[in-house]
């Protein structure tokens, strides 16, 4: 299989528009709640993860459907302005781009989200060593799975019709993993590996799991294990910070960081990203990264490290 342009890494799957909306609480039943901030930014798992890659100065295109619209044409501007390749960017006519609308709590931290999917892609473009692949864009790299790579999955949002063999890089969240492969435990540290074990059985590669504010776990292809803490950081807001995550994973084995030293550079740019009201604006590039993951600390499964819980930006 010959390898793509520059060595590239292709991510499929979503791409939309999100409006956030900044208030003091979440708005109950029939109530009006004066917003502190509106603010419009492209977003979806896939297209998020393949602009913190170009942050990083790494080679990506992104494969995915949107619709022949204003939102459509404003995804597009902002990925090219980030110097995300569009070429496997199909335009639907007839079809409208996927939008999200996220609710940010100022008292709470927490978020809503109302999202109308959009158009899908419907065949894996092939030539690339690494295919990083969402919910939406997992069937179609599931069908071309041949013609790629290696496959890296997201499986934050539970990915329908999830098979385990084949997959190289498999990343959900701590519920999706214990959900698919867990055993009776009380959901912490020894619980998700012995969850990540059980996932290699059935043929997954190299398992990292996002904890949200508490970090990451992770096993290894050779059995080694790792627990990276999150890092100590303002958080405005954890919109998209698992797909920055995913995205600089896949930089950082392509920049050759190897396995432990991708995860602790992607817990930290996760963090980072918590920064920014949006999904986006906060990913940090590979030079502030780096700086702080040299204090990030890295523990056995045994002795996980910990940092204030009231300031941890979430992969």
């Known amino acids: 299989m010959a390898p793509a342009t520059d060595g590239a890494i292709l991510c499929i799957g979503a791409a939309s528009m999100d409006t956030v909306a900044v208030v003091d609480r979440m708005v109950g039943a029939d109530e009006r709640v004066v917003a502190e901030t509106i603010v419009h930014a492209g977003g979806g798992p896939a297209a998020t993860a393949a602009v913190a890659i170009a942050r990083w100065g790494v080679p990506v295109e992104l494969a995915a459907a949107v619709g022949d619209d204003d939102a459509g044409r404003a995804v597009l501007d902002g990925l090219e302005a980030e110097g995300v390749g569009v070429r496997h960017v199909e335009r639907r006519r007839g079809e409208t781009t996927a939008q999200s609308v996220v609710l940010v709590s100022r008292d709470t931290a927490s978020r809503a989200l109302l999202t109308r999917p959009g158009p899908t892609l419907r065949e894996l473009p ?148 918590c920064r920014g009201l949006d999904g986006r604006s906060a990913i940090p590039g590979l030079a502030e990264t780096l700086r702080l993951t040299t204090t990030t600390t ?18």
């Open 126 to 273: 092939a030539g690339y060593d690494w295919v990083h692949c969402d919910q939406a864009g997992y069937p179609a790299a599931q069908a071309g799975r041949a013609r790629a790579g290696r496959l890296s999955l997201d499986d934050g949002n539970a990915v329908a019709g999830f098979v385990p063999a084949g997959v190289d890089l498999y990343v959900p969240t701590a519920e999706v993993l214990l959900r698919r492969f867990g055993a009776a435990g009380d959901g912490g540290v020894l619980a998700l590996l012995d969850a990540a074990r059980a996932a290699t059985v059935e043929g997954v590669g190299a398992v990292v799991v996002t904890r949200g504010g508490e970090g990451a776990v992770a096993l290894d292809p050779a059995g080694d294990e790792l627990v990276v803490p999150a890092v100590d950081v303002p958080v405005e807001s954890t919109l998209g910070a698992g797909d920055v995550f995913h995205g600089a994973m896949l930089a950082a084995l392509a920049l050759g960081h190897g396995f432990a030293g991708s995860v602790r550079l992607a817990v930290v740019c996760a963090g980072l990203s």
């Open 298 to 315: 890295t523990t056995s499964a045994g002795r996980p490290a910990t940092v204030p819980a009231t300031q941890k930006g979430r992969p």
